[in-house]
């Protein structure tokens, strides 16, 4: 999913969520899918950034993220809490399109 801004000011940028269920990982479907979704944003729209927040534990997905050319910005401490009382960073990322 790409979401645009939600003012006209922001149209600039849209946020990434993806997510591959376990199962189906290390097999390239997130590579091909955010290539995709890449190269319609780069093609297609106004787009000159795009975020995304990917979880602190999550080392695949970041690895994946910065190979693409996206940079972290900051971390966002106990952004998520679960049920059994885990913590989880946040890390926020983005990629100049343009």
């Avoid at 390239?28 to 899918?33: E, K, N, P, Y």
Wanted: proline letters at 1%.
């Amino acid at each position: 999913e790409l979401r645009g801004g939600r003012i006209a000011t922001e149209m600039h940028r849209a946020t990434l969520g993806m997510g591959i269920m376990a199962a189906y990982t290390g097999r390239g479907h997130g590579t091909r899918l955010l290539s995709g979704a890449l190269d319609w944003a780069r093609s297609e729209t106004g787009l000159v950034w795009i975020d995304l927040g990917v979880f602190a534990g999550n080392e695949p997905a970041r690895r994946l993220y910065e190979r693409l050319g996206f940079v972290q910005e900051y971390t966002r401490s106990d952004a998520f809490r679960l049920d059994d009382g885990t913590r989880i960073d946040d890390i926020s990322m983005t990629l100049r399109l343009r």
